[in-house]
């Protein structure tokens, strides 16, 4: 169907189905559609954005799906689990493993540069546009950390953790099978950020601040944010 032609009814009927199913594809879908139209009313090739005016209706028909949290391993599991992890040979294990130790979203560890090191401070710089909040994120790396990325030089010039063709990043699919190849597939990677904050704030091993500072989780006190610079 020709640009000029697609009505607000033929995208609710495509999008609605694909939010029911899967909730966040359908909003990226639909954002980037609406991106598309609104480009193609500037260079004239229709007088109208047809995703407009969907936004309520196409929410309103899909209904709101109930959130579910990742599912995150029991932290006193994780100590067994990490030891079987370590003894796991191969880039997949390596990514995960420096994920959880680092508290790494899954996206941040798989596509992690050599750039972004500095091996003397013992840091990982993740630039802001890599981040969820748009905002740089510094990691303090542990000696096994650090231990790791010494056992994936010359791998890749660009990528710590590349895929078999070396200038790409490994998939999440590659961190999911590891999970599922040690026993763990009943956990998320993501879900592993749960498991360091739950045992953080259960044993008090940190402030809650410091915790959160870990996770990169953006301070939502606009006032605070602005002020607290520590």
């Known amino acids: 169907m020709s640009i000029d032609r697609v009505t607000a009814v033929n995208l609710l009927d495509e999008l609605v189905p694909i939010l029911r199913k899967v909730p966040e594809t359908g909003s990226r879908i639909y954002q980037r559609l609406a991106t598309i139209f609104n480009a193609a009313v500037i260079d ?16 309103r028909r899909a209904g709101r799906r109930k959130r579910r949290n990742f599912p995150s391993m029991p932290y006193r599991q994780a100590s067994a689990f990490m030891q079987r992890l370590q003894e796991a040979r191969g880039t997949s294990p390596r990514c995960l493993e420096f994920a959880i130790l680092t508290a790494a979203r899954t996206g941040e560890a798989l596509t992690a540069e050599w750039a972004e090191f500095d091996r003397r401070a013992r840091t990982w710089t993740i630039p802001a546009a890599k981040m969820k909040c748009r905002e740089r994120h510094i990691v303090y790396l542990s000696d096994r950390a650090l231990e790791i990325l010494d056992g994936q030089e010359g791998l890749s010039r660009r990528f710590v953790f590349p895929s078999l063709a070396i200038r790409t990043p490994m998939s999440n699919m590659a961190l999911l099978m590891t999970l599922r190849r040690l026993g763990a597939g009943a956990f998320t990677v993501h879900g592993f950020r749960s498991t360091l ?8 091993i940190a402030k809650p601040d410091a915790i959160e500072a870990a996770l990169a989780h953006r301070e939502e006190n606009a006032v605070r944010r602005a002020y607290n610079r520590s």
Do not use: K, M, Q, V
């Not at 904050?197 to 008090?204: F, H, I, K, V």
């Open 44 to 59: 004239g090739l229709r007088p109208d954005n047809p995703a407009t005016p969907i936004c309520r209706e196409l929410h």
């Open 197 to 204: 904050s739950t045992w953080a704030n259960e044993l008090g």
